[in-house]
């Protein structure tokens, strides 16, 4: 069965930095493009970064833009989000997600929570 499974979350505070993780299993993960989406309370979810099944191209949300990276290990079927300079606007929770043609899957979140 198809899983992605997010961990590295946690309390930051404003300045400081996370990676957060997206483990995947019960798929050929080297074939999907991955993506982290975020939502904040009270607002819709939005995209803030992509990468292609190769890990050749990343794409990003203007507002993490320079502050934020995308990775993808094929070897370990894991996706990465290195979150750097973090913003109280970053608290929310983080999602992944991996696309195949009409095909997605999405992991359960993690809560990323920026404050002093």
């Known amino acids: 069965q198809e899983q992605l499974v997010e961990s590295g979350g946690g309390l930051v505070q404003p300045g400081g930095s996370l990676r957060l993780s997206c483990a995947a299993s019960?798929?050929?993960?080297?074939?999907?493009?991955m993506s982290w989406y975020r939502q904040a309370p009270g607002k819709e979810r939005e995209l803030v970064a992509s990468i292609t099944s190769d890990g050749g191209t990343t794409n990003y949300a203007d507002a993490v833009k320079g502050r934020f990276t995308i990775s993808k290990d094929n070897t370990k079927n894991t996706v990465y989000l290195q979150m750097n300079s973090l913003k109280p606007d970053d608290t929310a929770v983080y999602y992944c997600k991996a696309t195949y043609f009409i095909l997605n899957y999405w992991g359960r979140g993690t809560q990323v929570t920026v404050s002093s």
């Open positions: 019960g798929f050929t993960f080297s074939n999907y493009a």
